[in-house]
């Protein structure tokens, strides 16, 4: 498969043969735990990300056996939105949106929350709730979503941490409920791969030994563009009482015209 996997023009077949592709002669690492509840990939629909997110929801299937999915994407907009009601049309059909549980994470959430109107055009979707949907049609059928985009970076009604506790705790007696947030780690420099993956190291060692106050600060002072998202899922996952990540795959993705380091990681 060659070109974004959430290209129209792809037959229902060719996405399925392909997505199928991504997962088959890749074993989950032995020292997954059952009852993983987190997660944090690219969410970008470049191969290498498609990849990433595929070998992520392969591993929550054979792992927690997921209901819904909470999808939580940085974007520029200056509140939090959650789509609350309908689907997401994809080439493989719709998928429906958790209304259920939009409309409780809607009335607990502690900040300003804005309800993405149901006629909103789909095509500004962020890449996470593009290609998620898509993926889970193959791989978790049946599954629902709850998307939700966040701001790139903290402000005074942002808090990225106080969020992630407040969606874990919520999401503590949602029997199946799982959270997947996009993050791209540091941006590729020509002739600097050991400085690179030595920023990579940094930003996954708060990740996979959970500290999301740690992961914030030092995030915060990297050249990281949308960190918010991988210190909210790092602060739910602790909330749910996950204090050790899992590394999946490490690698190198393409948004844009740049490339970043990437990597799928599980709590």
């Known amino acids: ?27 989950i690492p032995e020292n997954v735990p059952q009852g ?26 054979l792992r927690s ?40 994470i809607a009335s607990l959430w502690p900040g300003d929350l804005e309800v993405v109107p149901e006629n909103e055009s789909e095509d500004q979707l962020p890449s996470l709730h593009r290609i998620t949907p898509l993926m889970a049609q193959v791989l978790i059928p049946g599954c629902r979503i709850v998307p939700l985009e966040v701001p790139n970076r903290p402000d005074r009604d942002f808090d990225p941490i106080r969020l992630g506790q407040e969606l874990g705790s919520a999401l503590k007696s949602e029997i199946g409920s799982c959270l997947i947030a996009a ?48 210190v909210l899922a790092t602060a739910h996952a602790i909330e749910r009482g996950r204090h050790r990540g899992h590394l999946l795959e490490h690698g190198v993705v393409d948004c844009g015209q740049q490339r970043y380091g990437a990597a799928a990681v599980v709590l």
Not at 16 to 21: G, I, K, R, V
Not at 82 to 95: C, D, K
């Open 183 to 230: 993050g791209i780690l540091s941006p590729r420099k020509d002739g600097h791969q050991s400085s690179d993956l030595q920023q990579d190291a940094a930003i996954l060692k708060h990740v996979l030994d959970p500290e999301a106050v740690d992961l914030a600060g030092l995030a915060s002072v990297s050249d990281l563009t949308d960190w918010c998202p991988l």
């Open 36 to 61: 993983v509840c987190t997660a944090i990939v690219p969410g970008t629909e470049c191969l290498d990300g498609a990849r990433l997110l595929a070998r992520t929801l392969h591993t929550l299937v």
């Open 65 to 104: 056996r997921p209901r819904t999915l909470v999808l939580v994407a940085g974007t520029s907009c200056n509140t939090t939105r959650i789509r609350a009601i309908g689907s997401i049309l994809t080439t493989l059909g719709e998928v429906a949106i958790d209304e259920r549980l939009a409309a409780r």
């Open 1 to 27: 498969m060659s070109g974004p996997a959430t290209d129209p023009t792809r037959i229902r077949d060719e996405v399925t043969s392909a997505t199928e592709a991504l997962v088959s002669n890749w074993a």
